[in-house]
Each structure stands twice: as structure tokens, then as C-alpha cells.
């Protein structure tokens, strides 16, 4: 396995790959960059295909999370995990002791946080094994609703104010009666789907597995199609929220919404769907820009601060989309290009 010729090696500081034989955890950590800060970033497990493939995910994920660090204003540095394996039926107590060992050996340089296929409780394992561990517990909501740990209603809340935007950017207008195909009701998904329906939007959802289904359907009035022809289907706005890799050479063609903004990371198959976005007239959000209220609460938790200051920081997730569209209209640039920019100059300075 290749790692410096790697096609998504960025210039990553560290990239450990972590095997206990009693647990049986075949684990990659992947630190892109520390400039602003201690590196953190969320753990994914998922039955990937091949090491190959987790690689590539972990590489490009944990330089996500520096862009997205950087444009939110945070002082920290970008970083991720994932862990391979099914977390339905491979996830052990076991298993969450060994991450959280293997965490450790980063001596701060790398937080561990939730995401794909790690609840709160794995965290809580994990912390007997490390201080490194974020999302173990919250002091408050960014709604004042009880709170857990789990940053998904700040991701959702974010993402949605970053979709609000783009619609008002693109369109002059706002949700009401605008048509959002939501691929992936997880826990991320389900509740961008209930801001959507509030604001009155109508829902097209999809997802492999049916318990968000069923809610998005009884609950919110959402219609349901096959997961592989969500991207496909007459909407304003196609919000991914599941995997990474929707806009791919494949689905571009068929696309035939105006907006793409969704919850998902490395939406993008390749950087170039970026410019292809752009010659087909199709607004794209970065999806490091509107995905960032995870980390936004996270960094509020560990900090002297309330939930009114992380709301306001929430919200100005769809102040900064309104100023990348806007610039990258003004200079006939890819959205993704132009985010880019923003981001760099705070990491690499």
C-alpha cells in the first residue's frame, strides 16, 4: 500500500495504522495538519471493501477537516479515524478500549470525536483509555433541548442554514415550496428533514436502511424512492447526507437539481467535479462549509462559552455560504476553488 504517491495524501503530518489482535481492530488515524491547533476530527466505522479504501477515506476526510476548521473559525487543526469494520454487528466494548489506546498514543495532537457508525457511549469507552476524547457529554444545546454529547442536531442545524442560503442566493427565495431530495435519514439526515419541512419545504428521501425512512414517511409526509435513484429525481435541491462520492462521473449527468447542499463529507468523487458543477449551472456548497456545526459544538463544549454563543456560530455557517456563492460568482470560479482559497490562507499562512 502506497501512502506518499497516494492520490489524496496532502502533505499529512502523521498517518498511523493500528492493529490489537484481541480486539480484533484494524484501525487508520490521519493527521493533515496542526497549524491552528490539536488536530480533531470524528471516528467512522464502516465495512470497507478493501484497507485500500478505508486509506483513502481517512486521507481525505481528515483534510476536510482542516478546510473546515479554518472557514469555521476555529483554532484547531484538521484530523479523522476510521475503523473497519461493520458497526452493527462487529462493534465490541472491547473494540471502543482499543481505539481509545490507540487515540492515546497521538498525545493530544489528535481529539477523537463521533461520527458514521460511533454513538456516544463507544466515546465514553474510549475515554477510559484516553483524555483525548470530545463528545463524551454536553453542557448544553444550541436549542436548549436536553444534550448528550452527540453533535448531529448542531450539524443538522447548520447544515440547514447553509441550504437556506444557497436557495436565497440562487433563487431569490426562500424554502417554501421548494422540493429537497435528502439522500441518507440518519441522524444527521432525519433532522435536517424536519428543519426543512418546518421551513416548508417538500421531501424526497432515500436511505439503505428503513427506520428514517419510515419516520421521514409518516412523520414528515416524505416521499420515498430507491437509494439509487435519489440523486436522479426532480428537486430543487439535492442534499447528500449519507457516504461520501455522490457526485461522481456517473450520477453528474443526472442530476437534475440546481443546488447540491448536504451533510456528507468528500461529496465530491474527484476535485474535478467541481468545475463540472459549475459549467452545468449548479450551485455546489463545500461540504467542509456546511457540515461544520459538528465540530462548531464540539469546540463550544470544550470551552468557556453557552449555547447562545454556539447558536450564533451556527448560524453564520449561512453567512459565510452567501459570501463564497457571492465571490464565486463575482469571479466566474467553481464554489469549491474559491472556499479553497479562503481556507488556505488561514492554515498555510
Known amino acids: ?85 461493520n458497526p452493527r ?50 453542557k448544553f444545546a444550541y436549542d436548549g433541548s436536553p444534550a448528550d454529547g452527540n453533535p448531529a442536531p448542531s450539524t443538522a442545524y447548520g447544515v440547514f442554514m447553509g441550504l437556506k442560503a444557497a436557495v436565497e442566493h440562487a433563487t431569490g427565495s426562500d424554502l417554501n415550496g421548494k422540493t429537497v431530495a435528502i439522500q441518507g435519514v440518519g441522524h444527521v439526515g432525519l433532522r435536517l428533514a424536519r428543519h426543512l419541512k418546518n421551513a416548508g419545504a417538500n421531501l424526497i428521501v432515500a436511505d439503505i436502511f428503513a427506520e428514517g425512512l419510515e419516520i421521514a414517511k409518516n412523520e414528515l409526509g416524505a416521499t420515498v424512492v430507491d437509494p439509487n435513484d435519489i440523486h436522479a429525481v426532480d428537486a430543487d435541491v439535492f442534499a447528500p447526507c449519507a457516504m461520501g462520492g455522490a457526485i461522481n462521473n456517473a ?9 447540491i447542499a448536504g451533510a456528507a463529507n468528500n461529496q465530491l468523487a474527484t476535485p474535478e467535479m467541481d468545475v463540472l458543477l459549475k459549467q452545468r449551472g449548479i450551485t455546489y456548497v463545500p461540504d467542509y462549509l456546511i457540515n461544520a456545526g459538528g465540530i462548531i459544538d464540539i469546540f463550544h463544549q470544550r470551552n468557556d462559552s453557552t449555547a447562545e454563543k454556539m447558536r450564533a ?33 488561514k492554515f498555510r499562512a
Open 313 to 345: 456560530q451556527l448560524e453564520q455557517i449561512g453567512q459565510t455560504v452567501k459570501l463564497i456563492l457571492g465571490r464565486a460568482q463575482a469571479e466566474d470560479l467553481p464554489t469549491g476553488q474559491v472556499a479553497n482559497q479562503i481556507a488556505e490562507e
Open 251 to 259: 450520477s453528474l449527468s443526472q442530476i437534475k437539481a440546481k443546488i
Open 89 to 138: 454487528s462487529d462493534k465490541t466494548q472491547q473494540l471502543m478500549y482499543a481505539m481509545g489506546k490507540a487515540v492515546d498514543t497521538f498525545k493530544g495532537q489528535y481529539v477523537i470525536a463521533e461520527d458514521s457508525g460511533i454513538s456516544v457511549q463507544d466515546l465514553q469507552f474510549m475515554a477510559t483509555q484516553s483524555h483525548h476524547v470530545a463528545g463524551t457529554s454536553a
Open 1 to 85: 500500500m502506497s501512502l506518499f504517491e497516494h492520490a489524496d495524501f496532502d502533505q499529512h503530518e502523521q498517518v498511523s495504522f493500528f492493529h490489537d489482535k484481541e480486539s480484533g481492530l484494524k484501525a487508520i488515524i490521519a493527521v493533515h495538519n496542526t497549524k491552528l491547533g490539536a488536530s480533531l476530527g470524528g471516528c467512522r466505522m464502516w465495512p470497507y471493501a478493501s484497507s485500500q479504501e478505508a486509506l483513502t477515506d481517512v486521507l481525505r476526510l481528515s483534510s476536510g477537516m482542516t478546510y473546515k476548521a479554518a472557514l469555521a473559525g476555529l483554532p484547531q487543526g484538521g484530523g479523522k479515524a476510521v475503523i473497519i469494520g
